[in-house]
T-cell receptor
Framework: GAGVSQSPRYKVAKRGQDVALRCDPI?????LFWYQQALGQGPEFLTYFQNEAQLDKSGLPSDRFFAERPEGSVSTLKIQRTQQEDSAVYLCASSLDGRREKLFFGSGTQLSVL | KQEVTQIPAALSVPEGENLVLNCSFTDSAIYNLQWFRQDPGKGLTSLLL?????REQTSGRLNASLDKSSGRSTLYIAASQPGDSATYLCAAPYSSNTGKLIFGQGTTLQVKP
């Protein structure tokens, strides 16, 4: 596609539910990143993939958060047993090669946990 | 550890004014610095990327500078327009992986017609 695509655009979950957020990066982009953005704040790094390899997951806030990119293209961020503090916008970004290239961001998934 | 700060948090200017947005960072061993624009409810759009070997980058009415020694970057917007109203974020890499970014909190700009 022309840009980074994320779905769903909005997700409302009851506390304790599991959710799965999808990211479809720009075709051919090797690097893929997940960020979490709280209201009124800048995005915070969650995790990074180079092709299918998850090279850095240091930003994941707890073991309830899990990300995968099994074929090196589409990625899924899964949050188990959601809590209210998980409410945020989850942004996906991709780049041709994360080292020195611009990042291209999707529009994000706004997650609200009630 | 790199820290990125943006001041002010919000700025309101009349249309046509030239303006400067500020970004400070603590680690001068910076690989690059990016400026992003974020419209309400949208993702981020990369505006300018300045590599560590560069002093500035220009795109249309936008000019970004990088001064590693002072730990500062500025985004200059010439002849501001109401369509420039958005939140502007700067970001620096944690390390040599320049896609793993530390963001400032952003400056929300309102350009009044």
């Amino acid at each position: 596609g022309a840009g980074v695509s994320q779905s769903p655009r909005y997700k409302v979950a009851k506390r304790g539910q599991d959710v799965a957020l999808r990211c479809d990066p720009i075709s051919g982009h090797v690097s893929l990143f997940w960020y979490q953005q709280a209201l009124g704040q800048g995005p915070e790094f969650l995790t990074y993939f180079q092709n299918e390899a998850q090279l850095d997951k240091s930003g994941l806030p707890s073991d309830r958060f899990f990300a995968e990119r099994p074929e090196g293209s589409v990625s899924t961020l899964k949050i188990q047993r959601t809590q209210q503090e998980d409410s945020a916008v989850y942004l996906c970004a991709s780049s041709l090669d994360g080292r020195r290239e611009k990042l291209f961001f999707g529009s994000g998934t706004q997650l609200s946990v009630l | 550890k790199q820290e990125v700060t943006q001041i002010p948090a919000a700025l309101s200017v009349p249309e046509g004014e030239n303006l400067v947005l500020n970004c400070s960072f603590t680690d001068s061993a910076i690989y690059n610095l990016q400026w992003f624009r974020q419209d309400p409810g949208k993702g981020l759009t990369s505006l300018l990327l300045i590599q560590s070997s560069q002093r500035e980058q220009t795109s249309g009415r936008l000019n970004a500078s990088l001064d590693k020694s002072s730990g500062r970057s500025t985004l200059y917007i010439a002849a501001s327009q109401p369509g420039d109203s958005a939140t502007y974020l700067c970001a620096a890499p944690y390390s040599s992986n320049t896609g793993k970014l530390i963001f400032g909190q952003g400056t929300t700009l309102q350009v009044k017609p």
